[in-house]
T-cell receptor, first 110, second 116 residues
Framework: DAKTTQPPSMDCAEGRAANLPCNHS???????VYWYRQIHSQGPQYIIH???NNETNEMASLIITEDRKSSTLILPHATLRDTAVYYC???????????FGKGTHLIIQP | GAVVSQHPSRVICKSGTSVKIECRSL??????MFWYRQFPKKSLMLMAT?????????EQGVEKDKFLINHASLTLSTLTVTSAHPEDSSFYIC????????????FGPGTRLTVL
């Protein structure tokens, strides 16, 4: 798995868009970018993943730069329930375990 | 999304006893399940990979005789912590990989183990 770098923490006001950056400069061509989040004392929750193109689902949008060396997860209208640790993981397809880094602790402020 | 359950959600046991944790995929079949461990304020660490009908593959440093894993069906994997000691106290989380999608893993809610 390619190494990823995320800021340790971020704050965002409730109702605003939360933009979480991730650097994965050594990502290889067949590796996807995955995002998971973990709310305190719960199991991680899958959010979204992508290879080259930007992706959107009901939870978030994923913007991947053209050179694929970085990406941004966007929560369009953050709520207090979005407070969690967000993990960016770069890896290939296949049934392999995930390598979690330290993630970004996102705190949504009322 | 796919649902993965774990039982029990929390367990307290005495040192030296064994504890079994179940992981079930409720609405899909999982050929591969994973077990992770998370210490307080730390990230998840992969312990082992469990494939239905075959022996589990353990990560380096994880004692296979201490953490027994059984994946007898496509919807159930169990982790047994044998002769538990206080240092085994942790948050144990399983995940299941759905075939047919590109490696989406769905996680269970976790089991909090406290060994006295």
């Amino acid at each position: 798995d390619a190494k990823t770098t995320q800021p340790p923490s971020m704050d965002c006001a409730e109702g605003r868009a939360a933009n979480l950056p991730c650097n994965h400069s050594t990502i290889s061509g067949n590796e996807y970018v995955y995002w998971y989040r973990q709310i305190h004392s719960q199991g991680p929750q899958y959010i979204i993943h992508g290879l080259k193109n930007n992706e959107t689902n009901e939870m978030a949008s994923l913007i991947i730069t053209e050179d694929r060396k970085s990406s941004t997860l966007i929560l369009p209208h953050a709520t207090l329930r979005d407070t969690a640790v967000y993990y960016c993981i770069a890896r290939g397809g296949g049934a392999d375990g995930l390598t979690f880094g330290k993630g970004t602790h996102l705190i949504i402020q009322p | 999304g796919a649902v993965v359950s774990q039982h029990p959600s929390r367990v307290i046991c005495k040192s030296g006893t064994s504890v079994k944790i179940e992981c079930r995929s409720l609405d899909f079949q999982a050929t591969t399940m994973f077990w992770y461990r998370q210490f307080p304020k730390k990230s998840l660490m992969l312990m082992a990979t469990s494939n239905e009908g075959s022996k589990a593959t353990y990560e380096q440093g994880v004692e296979k005789d201490k953490f027994l894993i059984n994946h007898a069906s496509l919807t159930l994997s169990t982790l047994t912590v044998t002769s538990a000691h206080p240092e085994d106290s942790s948050f144990y989380i399983c995940s299941a990989w759905t075939s047919g999608r590109i490696n989406e893993q769905f996680f269970g809610p976790g089991t909090r183990l406290t060994v006295l």
